[in-house]
């Protein structure tokens, strides 16, 4: 298993979830287990970081984009990297730690009985802490728009944490080149009859850097997923 952790001006959390990753490893979690940063085109130290810790660790794999292609496009090296390297499952998570990485062997076990895994913040004892109220407010209106507008079942069809089996990116064909290529995942292996299982999680405000989700990325959603009603 691979998971894609995509890495733009990170250089605040990469020591941070490499140190992590490490020490959940050497108390015998995510065994067997790889990870693949992805700098995509970083302005601070991210890259001259993760080639460092490439060559520390077995397990800590890198691409590299010369310049910044977004989120979608970090996303796609990665998974084409994993695939090509033999990868049956795929994961993503987010560089900040805002992602529990205790969670990975359960959604792993999980995935025993379906084809993707989401965590997600809005099913079971999930929610978000520390987060601000705006946010939240904002979260929860725009999934309920989505699972509206695309009449698709995943409560947490935006979540950045995922595990897919590899047969999903090979029969779908994801288009969208921005944050909202989550969504049009989820919608695409819906519509696809992909089984999708979601488990609880709480997502925590990140420590360094800024949200990535606000009132204009929602905007941004929307215009990049409405040609998927049709």
């Given amino acids: 298993m691979a998971i894609v952790v995509p890495c733009y001006n990170e250089s605040e959390n990469i020591p941070r979830i490499t140190k992590k990753i490490f020490e959940l490893k050497r108390e015998g979690v995510l065994i067997g287990i790889d990870f693949v940063f992805v700098n995509d085109g970083s302005k601070d130290d991210s890259l001259d970081l993760i080639k460092n810790y490439s060559s520390e660790y077995e397990w800590f794999r890198f691409c590299n984009h010369e310049v910044n292609r977004g989120f979608a496009h970090a996303l796609k090296t ?90 999903i990116f090979e029969k779908i064909d994801l288009e969208i080149d921005t944050f909202a290529v989550q969504l049009e995942l989820t919608i695409k292996a819906e519509r696809n009859k992909f089984r999708i299982s979601e488990v609880p999680f709480v997502l925590v405000n990140r420590r360094f850097g800024s949200s990535k989700f606000n009132l204009n990325q929602f905007l941004v959603y929307i215009s990049s997923v409405i040609k998927l009603i049709f």
Avoid at 141 to 155: D, L, N, S
């Fill in 78 to 167: 990665g998974r084409e990297y994993a695939i090509r390297d033999g990868y049956n499952i795929i994961g993503q998570i987010d560089c900040d730690l805002t992602h529990p990485l205790e969670m990975i062997g359960g959604m792993k076990d999980e995935l025993a009985l379906c084809d993707m895994v989401i965590a997600s913040r809005y099913v079971g004892d999930g929610g978000m802490k520390n987060v601000p109220l705006q946010r939240v407010l904002l979260s929860r209106t725009a999934q309920i728009f989505f699972r509206t507008v695309f009449r698709i079942r995943t409560k947490d069809a935006t979540s950045g944490f995922r595990l897919c089996r590899k047969e």
